[in-house]
């Protein structure tokens, strides 16, 4: 199979566009909470909106790509993302807030179903995994950038700093009080440079495999009947949940318990979070060579919840690193999530895939609850509710039964038996 290294870039910034525009929020939710004075409960609807566009659309863009093909479906999510961003940083109201995170959220999910069959293709099997894994530290890179880019933009447009590149022309664009609102003038702009580039670009034919198709509606139907699909769903919902929980409402916290900037240290700490996440992929990867995966993701989770437990009742500067550290400990939880859930059943991989896919909705769910128990009580017992989470994902590994284990490195020598 011809390799087309063209596409394999743009597929490569997808991935840091998409993560670029996702993982902004949890260092906007201090500051979009006092701009629009809400409650906990309230804030919990920004990522709702945005992650309940993956528990809607992953299954029909699905049956969308196969109808469209690949080019005009990335054109079309990023035009869905530059409406959503474009339209929110023209009208800055709250409830076109809420319309522009599902229509940005519902862009980010058409992209997620598109850019694995079309890496698979463009940079041959042969190289998929290795691919996929430089397109999940790209991703991380990505999410580390873009709190880092928001810090920028706050901190100098907020001291008049005209002269910094962007900052003078973000300064007229922004209202007073409201300078968080630059970042959604460049996402808007980074989706218009994404539709420009795609548009040139010649794709090539996907032929979809089995495991990648949607499939019928009597796969669907026979794969709900089988317990640990459903099972398997709840894990990623519980994964994407506390992914979410910990990173989206990190910075509050520690601005409301420790009194920590959220603009500064709170952007730092949700960067620092998904930074470590990526540097624990890569170590999951070697460890899983080396120890069976429900066994990583157990030890994982463990260590994941003393992290977030010291995180919570910690001082201001154990909190400060907890929470960024166990994103560390999650690196690991979604894809042996994934894998053990599809070598758990031995036909529909790609409806099972779809199904998966929209446990990511666990992310909206799951912040709603943090946030209403937050108003109840307070945001260290609403962000407790990750303990729920981690607990369901820490069973995983105790009652995953897959058809096909983990291949792992017993002695040198199995290094080499793939190439004899």
């Not at 109808?67 to 109201?93: H, N």
């Not at 499939?215 to 139907?221: D, I, N, P």
């Not at 937050?374 to 590994?397: A, P, Q, R």
């Amino acid at each position: 199979m011809k390799k087309n290294t063209l596409i394999v870039i743009l597929i490569l910034l997808t991935f840091f566009v998409i993560s670029f525009l996702t993982n902004i929020l949890g260092a906007l939710n201090p500051v979009v909470s006092e701009s629009y004075s809400l409650t906990d409960t309230m804030a919990g609807f920004l990522p709702f909106a945005f992650f309940i566009a993956y528990g809607v659309m992953s299954i029909p863009s699905g049956f969308l790509l196969e109808k469209w093909g690949e080019k005009r479906m990335m054109i079309l999510a990023f035009v869905l993302a530059l409406s959503g961003a474009l339209g929110f940083a023209i009208f800055p109201q709250f409830n076109v807030f809420m319309v522009s995170l599902f229509t940005i959220g519902t862009g980010m999910a058409v992209l997620q179903v598109v850019i694995n069959p079309l890496m698979r293709v463009s940079g041959g099997e042969e190289n998929f995994a290795f691919n996929s894994v430089l397109a999940q530290l790209i991703f991380g890179l990505a999410s580390f950038i873009s709190p880092q880019m928001y810090s920028y933009f706050v901190t100098n447009i907020d001291k008049g700093n005209v002269e910094k590149p962007l900052i003078g022309m973000m300064t007229d664009l922004v209202p007073e009080s409201m300078s968080w609102v630059s970042v959604y003038w460049a996402f808007g702009l980074l989706s218009i440079l994404m539709i420009a580039v795609i548009a040139f670009v010649k794709f090539p034919r996907v032929e979809l495999q089995e495991d990648e198709k949607v499939g019928s509606k009597e796969s669907y139907l026979e794969l709900f009947k089988n317990k640990y699909v459903i099972l398997f769903f709840l894990g990623i919902f519980a994964y994407v949940g506390t992914e979410q929980g910990i990173s989206y409402w990190m910075s509050k916290f520690l601005n409301n318990y420790h009194g920590l900037d959220p603009d500064t240290t709170g952007a730092d700490a949700v960067s620092y979070f998904w930074g470590l996440m990526t540097i624990g992929g890569v170590l999951g990867l070697v460890l899983m060579k080396l120890f069976d995966s429900k066994l990583v993701l157990r030890w994982f989770t463990i260590l994941a919840m003393i992290c977030v437990a010291i995180g919570l009742y910690g001082s201001g500067q154990m909190s400060m690193w907890a929470f960024p550290i166990s994103g560390f400990f999650l690196s690991v939880m979604y894809p042996v999530i994934v894998s053990l859930g599809l070598n758990s059943v031995s036909k529909h991989h790609g409806s099972f895939a779809g199904i998966l896919m929209t446990g990511i909705a666990g992310g909206a769910i799951v912040q709603i609850l943090i946030g209403g128990i937050s108003d109840l009580i307070s945001l260290k017992v609403g962000m407790m509710f990750v303990f729920v989470t981690l607990g369901y994902i820490l069973s995983i590994s105790f009652w995953a039964k897959p058809l096909v284990k983990n291949a792992t490195i017993k002695s040198i020598r199995d290094l080499f038996k793939s190439e004899s």
